[in-house]
Nanobody
Framework: QVQLVESGGGLVQAGGSLRLSCAAS????????MGWYRQAPGKQRELVAT???????NYADSVKGRFTISRDNAKNTVVLQMTSLKPEDTAVYYC????????WGQGTQVTVSS
């Protein structure tokens, strides 16, 4: 089993910044990919950003140039630095990791006020 613990969500004004962190623990030998999805009320969960074990990254078009994902393989952590936040970024953000299967964190709320 793998456990993911997220931190860093909160309330911020439009144009502000937030930093989300996610730490993985448990029976981990290697993590193929880690990243973040988000789900806004009434909408489907969508990919925000992902990073592979080799540090290859992929971003949703809506966050390119504003969000940066990074990871520390030694600590099994992934960080999402979010800048120039917009009200449409408001959602519950879920960390995930791909080990033998996909594991999910409990989610952290990000609210951006206009």
């Amino acid at each position: 089993q793998v456990q993911l613990v997220e931190s860093g969500g909160g309330l911020v004004q439009a144009g502000g910044s937030l930093r989300l962190s996610c730490a993985a623990s448990g029976r981990i030998f290697s993590i193929d990919a880690m990243g973040w999805y988000r789900q806004a009320p009434g909408k489907q969960r969508e990919l925000v950003a992902t990073i592979t074990s080799g540090s290859g990254t992929n971003y949703a078009d809506s966050v390119k140039g504003r969000f940066t994902i990074s990871r520390d393989n030694a600590k099994n952590t992934v960080v999402l630095q979010m800048t120039s936040l917009k009200p449409e970024d408001t959602a519950v953000y879920y960390c995930y990791s791909l080990v033998s299967r996909v594991y999910w964190g409990q989610g952290t709320q990000v609210t951006v006020s206009s």
